[in-house]
């Protein structure tokens, strides 16, 4: 199983996008969890997470299962892919930024 650290990316207080907040709510429930843990653990409010668990179970990256009369969400293969696919474009990107980095630093020793 593929961990996304969604909890470690720099400064807390920016906006978070949708696709972080996606890899959070689908990282929480892993293994099954009800929406409060969700909420919790995604840091959401509860009509924040209505709107993105309705998304994410009509995508199929989430779904609702029974569990000992409680309603348990989980993350579908679809959403394993999906954090997979957002690991590596977060490596990417944390790639090409060394890069620019690295050029417009070595661009400054020309002058």
Do not use: W
């Amino acid at each position: 199983m593929t961990h996304v650290d969604t909890k470690n990316q720099g400064n807390h207080r920016r906006r978070r996008n949708r696709q972080y907040i996606i890899a959070e709510i689908l990282n929480v429930a892993k293994d099954g969890a009800p929406k409060t843990q969700i909420m919790y653990g995604a840091n959401l409010s509860f009509a924040q997470l209505g709107a993105y668990v309705s998304l994410l179970v009509k995508s199929e990256l989430l779904e609702a299962v029974k569990k000992d009369e409680k309603i348990i969400y989980k993350t579908t293969s679809s959403g394993f892919k999906y954090l997979e696919s957002y690991e590596e474009i977060k490596r990417l990107l944390r790639e090409e930024r060394k890069r620019t980095i690295r050029v417009c630093s070595n661009s400054y020793k020309l002058f």
